[in-house]
């Protein structure tokens, strides 16, 4: 195939879609549009590294060296936004009044962080970490003794509150479900975490929402919905990310939660494809659509896509799966879940070592584990599998607890 590919957005998927179109030997001109003035980085060092190392610094998170896309064609314009679709025209429009044409288009504009909708919440010191400048400005207010509030206990506000406890500081987290990482873990895998968590000092508030945020000049404090005030220097948002479409309405596209696309992450018009998060593919084993916010799935999806848009037909799915580090111990995880499985736990939640496999069916549909990186990899071999088969691996005769 000849012609020119355009791919809006410069992050992981974006970036693996244009080495993959370059790989598969494709010729003709290939554009990728940034928001950020940054060459593409790895993002999610930002709440881990970048926050606790001031030695981190931009370039050594760069997915390629500058060198890599002038080597390879690869036109990479820095620090410009999308703002329309038109598919008649086959032209992107960009902020600066410019519009781009394009023979086929990858979207890869990722997710936004969901916004914090109370009195408030434009303080001084309510912050979110979707950018290098965002980490890098939060890391120079993490002081020792300094109090930070996390609203959110997903992935990236338990990655903030580790850092934030590493560097001295109180924390405490906000989660307004039962439990902590419920939609990563599901909602039984995930409340064997909050032991681990609150023995490493930080605080844990669940089935909690925020009123407002207090403060006159300068956050310092927010209250909940049950009258409970915490004090606060920091307030950070992480309450999870939208995918990136607002660009998109009114180009006739079919979007949900995220561009719809096939498995070959076509979207409903000729030539226009979407990975990464800001992809909704659907699942085969859950029925539904499913869009996953992961390093591995959009490495993965947006090079397979960018391969299907210079003519390969690899097929991928959505594999919800992700790891961390939270206080020096590996959370690993994998598996689709539907609100159904049993939970069967084993291991000291508390001293952060645990292994919890999840069952459908009779069926092992997912892991986790905290502290148990070998585990997590012997367990690959038996999703799918019986349960039986997988506590036979694990030397288990049966679960220290079963939910």
């Known amino acids: 195939m000849s012609g020119s590919i355009v791919i809006v957005g410069a992050g992981l998927a974006g970036s693996r879609a244009a080495e993959a179109i370059r790989e598969y030997g494709h010729a003709g001109p290939v554009l990728m549009l940034g928001a950020e003035q940054a060459w593409p980085y790895q993002r999610p060092a930002l709440s881990k590294e970048v926050l606790r190392d001031e030695r981190v610094t931009l370039p050594s998170l760069w997915l390629q060296p500058e060198r890599f896309y002038s080597e390879q064609r690869i036109e990479v314009r820095r620090g410009v ?6 598919l008649e025209k086959q032209h992107v429009a960009l902020s600066s009044g410019e519009a781009v044409s394009w023979d086929r288009l990858i979207i ?6 969901r916004r914090l909708a109370v009195p408030g ?39 903030v509150a580790s850092a934030a406890k590493e560097r001295g500081a109180h924390a405490t987290v906000l989660e307004r479900g039962s439990a902590l990482l419920s939609r990563s873990l599901g909602a039984l895998a995930g409340a064997a975490l909050t032991p681990f968590i609150e023995a490493m000092g930080v605080m844990v508030r669940l089935r909690t ?55 070959f992450g076509r979207t409903s018009a000729p030539g226009v494809f979407a990975a990464g998060d800001v992809a909704s593919p ?14 591995g799935f959009a490495a993965q999806h947006g090079f397979s896509v960018g391969q299907n848009a210079v003519g390969a037909m690899e097929a991928t799915f959505p594999n919800p799966s992700g790891s961390t580090e939270l206080f020096g111990k590996r959370l690993q995880f994998s598996g ?34 905290l502290g148990q990186p070998h585990t997590f990899g012997v367990l690959k071999a038996c999703l799918g599998q019986t349960m039986a088969r997988a506590f036979e691996i694990l030397g288990e005769a049966k679960p220290v607890e079963a939910r």
Do not use: K, N
Request: proline share 4%; charged share 20%; glycine share 16%.
């Open 81 to 86: 936004i999308a703002t329309a679709l038109s």
């Open 108 to 113: 890869a504009t990722g997710s936004s962080p």
């Open 121 to 159: 919440a434009h303080l001084p010191g309510v912050r979110s970490v979707r950018t290098w400048e965002d980490a890098v400005a939060l890391r120079e207010d993490l002081r020792p003794g300094s109090r930070i509030v996390v609203i959110g206990g997903g992935l990236l506000g338990l990655e």
């Open 209 to 263: 929402q925020v009123e407002r945020v207090l403060g006159a000049t300068r956050v310092e404090g927010v209250l909940s919905t049950f009258g409970e005030v915490h004090a606060a220097d920091l307030v950070v948002v992480a309450l999870g990310a939208e995918p990136a479409i607002g660009w998109l309405a009114g180009s006739g596209l079919t979007l949900g939660d995220g561009v719809v696309v096939d498995e």
């Open 282 to 295: 659907w699942s085969p084993s859950l029925g539904r659509r499913l869009r996953v916010e992961s390093y």
């Open 336 to 369: 689709e879940h539907q609100g159904d499985e049993t939970c069967h736990l084993m291991g000291e939640p508390a001293r952060g070592r645990f292994v919890a496999l999840l069952g459908r069916g009779g069926l092992l549909v997912g892991r986790v584990t």
